[in-house]
């Protein structure tokens, strides 16, 4: 795996893929784990990431989510986005492919 | 040195009536397995011993390309021998395959083939295959996912150490 | 075609039990992850960005419409619609959920397909020049030493744990289309002067992070010899290649590190044993047995030309372009080798749709004995057309966007999925294919550049074989953002080449211009008649780099 969390991220999240279809999910403020990253809880600053990973750990999510890891995020505006154009494309689906994955969903639900 | 086991030989599990020893301890005349540096170092002496000898080829750790000990140093000393363990460090290393084949099939050792260290299921019947004929299995795998394991494909295409013809060869037997 | 008998189907059968085992092992949670996943990847199931991804071994490249026909049906029930062809002659599907994949592997066992052994340090899909049987001045059809090659390597007990995966290639012509010599092992059929068939070696070859041209280990392994003359090479690669560092371990750095000369005397020691016991040797009858597998199909008695045709390239300009670009000679008179182009202008190098791959079914059923081959360079191919076919095969072609008459030129560009799909890629390479294909769309302006191979990687893995391109781009990421590095005078042929670095990495803006300067330099600089890695073998690199940095 190639682009992760870089050193001196200020804001980071949570991501993993699901056992059953390896759909990307990222954890939530309330431990779960949704299809969505506007879903995913935001930690600022390192300990505070830290703390979110350690939370993504747990044993018995082996049973739903494969290699839990943390990225970097932006702050824009209000909102939040993935830093890097992996966990972009993660976060939407294949850029050669807009009819497919979140970014084919979102449409359909707007 | 050796972690917790249970032995399953010829399909069935047994008591071990092997140990290993390090390379200081002296020997006694219970059967017992030995490293490869021990048994280069002390082979005069071994020869002499009246008792059954057994050798642990290391798989990894060999200097900075982990190459692993080689089969081929066994070769003066076979007729000392009453078994082989083979390592297995990972499940990823399969050199032991090569060196259990080479054992069986180039060097006639008749004895005791064992495989020690960490394994994946799908392997032991492949090991079984290369002439290995004893499993130090983890205490937590029951002899029935063993056994089940070993049975999982019935057929096999090229020959090896077993009796296994292959399916190149057995459709025009 | 071979067919599977009651072992085949029995084994491959046993298999797909297993994993289902597995599958539902995993699922329950009685094995971790770490256990499962080398016997998810021994059955070809990775863990990509958005999904699981399949991949489906096609071996040496031959399906027949059946086969072909159970890839659309995959494609529809299991995934979203299409399949991607790759450059080891497979083909991946890129959204299976795991818990599926058991009865997807049941659908595919009863077409007589696998995964196994498409992924893990194991022998893979054997691969092989996909004009087999069908083009002229072939020694022998490389499919059936390659079948025999498949039987003998699936499940092999020595050897499925190798210090890193494994690669075989085989072509019986001279001109070198399977890319023997950027494999593990590349295998030449070749015919001695008293007539007897034998196998030239090359050990060693490879892509990745670095690149090696084979070496020729061997002048001729006699027929008989070859099983044991592989098992030697193999058996010596295991006992002795390196498994401290999984960037060092392939058989090409054994090679280098240990030396032609004493690689060759290691595996002729070795060889030596092996072959003594005999144990090796294939059966007269079994060879007979797949041999007439690979037989011709029943050609009609045919001229050499075909009215119908030359009519046809008469009045449609179209189609005339798409003949000569597009079609190869065919070994037997009024026959052609019909290639389908997967490289639409702004399409998906590779990709190809349920309602293509049963078009391609369709044609290869009615027009082609029932055969279709996969491509290293990602297209298809109907083997055995008649001339007077050509111009039906190519209106259906056409009529579902299959008839791009592209073969051979700038926009049939070898691109991996790069990071729009794939877990390992830094950058996407895709979208660079795509913005090439528009650039230089103009099918007029491709032929005058003439023959000229782009291969883009999205990482130092080269599963785009940026290496070996005439034009390689190789895919950098910089703090989460793309870059593109530029390679010039790559070859897969038979003079294979691995190509030079130009200089420091491009943007995304830039790299498509940058592309244009390496073309707009070769025109300005070709002689008559030279091919664009003609002239670059002429010239060297120094003008493209002054043109690219100026």
Same mark, same amino acid.
């Given at each position: ?39 995913? /809880? ?10 979110? *990973? ?15 890891? *943390? ?28 009819? *497919?994955?979140?970014?084919? /969903? ?5 | ?173 | ?224 010899? %070859? ?95 798409? =003949? ?62 008649? %001339? ?43 979208? %660079? ?85 390496? =073309? ?31």
């Amino acid at each position: 795996m190639a682009q992760h969390s870089s050193k001196g991220a200020r804001f980071q999240a949570v991501t993993a893929n699901r056992l059953s279809d390896g759909e990307v999910v990222y954890l939530t403020a309330d431990n779960q784990w949704a299809e969505t990253f506007p879903a995913a /809880d935001i930690a600022d600053g390192a300990a505070a990431g830290e703390a979110l *990973l350690a939370r993504a750990l747990p044993a018995d999510f082996e049973l739903h989510v494969l290699e839990p890891y *943390l990225f970097e995020v932006l702050q824009d505006g209000a909102h939040f986005k993935p830093a890097s154009v992996r966990e972009i494309i993660r976060a939407a689906g294949p850029t050669v492919r807009l009819d *497919l994955g979140k970014q084919a /969903d979102a449409k359909q639900e707007s | 040195m050796h972690k917790d086991y249970q032995l399953v030989k010829d399909g069935a599990l047994c008591q071990d009536e092997w140990h290993y020893s390090d390379d200081e301890t002296a020997l006694s005349d219970a059967p017992t397995i030995i490293s490869l540096t021990r048994l280069k170092a002390e082979a005069e002496v071994l020869r002499a011993r009246n008792a059954k000898l057994g050798v642990r080829l290391l798989a990894d750790g060999n200097g900075k390309t982990k190459l692993g000990e080689d089969v081929a140093e066994l070769a003066p000393y076979l007729d000392m021998l009453s078994l082989v363990s083979i390592d297995f460090p990972t499940y990823r290393n399969g050199r032991g395959f090569s060196a259990a084949r080479i054992l069986r099939e180039q060097f006639n050792f008749d004895g005791e083939l064992r495989a020690s260290g960490d394994v994946l299921h799908d392997q032991w019947a492949m090991m079984r295959r290369c002439g290995i004929t004893a499993f130090e299995l983890a205490p937590t795998v029951s002899l029935e996912v063993f056994t089940k394991a070993m049975d999982e494909l019935s057929e096999a295409y090229q020959p090896a150490s077993d009796d296994q013809r292959g399916a190149l060869w057995k459709r025009h037997a | 075609m071979y067919r599977y008998d009651e072992f085949d189907h029995q084994l491959v059968g046993e298999r797909v039990t297993q994993f289902r085992g597995q599958v539902e092992r995993r699922v329950s949670g009685e094995l971790s992850e770490d256990a499962f996943k080398p016997l998810r990847l021994m059955n070809g199931v990775y863990l990509q960005l958005h999904a699981y991804m399949l991949r489906v071994a096609i071996p040496y490249g031959t399906l027949s419409s059946k086969q072909l026909r159970m890839q659309a049906h995959i494609a529809r029930k299991y995934d979203r619609g299409y399949g991607h062809f790759t450059t080891r002659q497979n083909i991946q599907f890129n959204w299976p959920a795991l818990d599926k994949i058991p009865d997807l592997l049941e659908e595919l066992a009863t077409v007589e397909m696998h995964a196994i052994q498409t992924s893990g340090n194991c022998i893979r899909n054997v691969t092989a020049d996909q004009y087999a049987g069908a083009i002229d001045n072939e020694v022998e059809d490389p499919r059936i030493i390659s079948e025999i090659i498949r039987q003998w390597s699936t499940f092999h007990p020595e050897f499925t744990y190798l210090p890193r995966k494994f690669k075989i290639a085989v072509t019986g012509h001279d001109n070198d289309r399977a890319a023997i010599k950027l494999h593990d092992i590349g295998i030449v059929i070749k015919q001695n002067e008293l007539g007897d068939i034998g196998y030239e070696i090359h050990v060693g070859g490879g892509q990745g992070r670095t690149p090696f041209i084979a070496k020729k280990m061997a002048d001729f392994v006699p027929k008989a010899q %070859l099983l044991a003359y592989l098992e030697a090479v193999m058996r010596v690669y295991n006992r002795l290649g390196r498994r401290d560092n999984s960037y060092k371990a392939r058989i090409k750095i054994m090679v280098h590190e240990t030396g032609e000369e004493e690689m060759r005397r290691l595996i002729e020691a070795e060889f030596a044993k092996i072959d003594a016991s005999q144990m090796l040797s294939v059966p007269q009858a079994e060879a007979d047995r797949i041999s007439a597998y690979f037989a011709n199909p029943a050609f009609a008695a045919l001229p050499a030309t075909s009215a119908a045709m030359e009519t046809a390239q008469k009045q449609d300009a179209d189609f005339a372009r798409w =003949v000569r670009a597009n079609i190869v000679p065919h070994k037997q008179d009024g026959y052609a080798i019909v290639n389908i182009s997967l490289k639409p202008i702004g399409g998906v190098p590779g990709d190809a749709t349920d309602v293509q791959m049963e078009a391609v079914a369709d044609l290869a059923e009615r027009y082609s004995f029932d055969e279709i081959r996969v491509t290293h360079e990602q297209n298809l191919v109907l083997p055995h057309v008649r %001339l007077d076919d050509l111009k039906t095969v190519y209106d259906e072609l056409q009529a579902h966007e299959l008839a791009t008459a592209n073969l051979g030129l700038i926009s049939d560009t070898i691109a991996c999925p790069g990071l729009d799909y794939c877990n390992l890629a830094n950058a996407r390479s895709i979208p %660079l294919a795509q913005e090439i294909s528009e650039r230089f769309a103009d099918l007029d302006r491709q032929y005058d550049i003439g023959e000229l191979k782009i291969k883009i990687s999205g990482c130092i893995n080269a599963c785009g074989h940026h290496h070996v391109g005439h034009i390689g781009i190789l895919g950098v990421d910089k703090k989460g953002t793309e870059f593109y590095q530029i390679s010039l005078g790559g070859s897969a042929d038979e003079n294979a080449s691995i190509g030079t670095i130009t200089g420091r990495a491009f943007t995304e803006e830039t790299i498509v211009d940058a592309i244009e300067t390496v =073309v707009t330099t070769y025109k300005d600089m070709r002689q008559d008649g030279e091919r664009f890695i003609d002239t670059y073998r002429r010239v060297g690199l120094d003008p493209f780099k002054e043109r690219l940095y100026a």
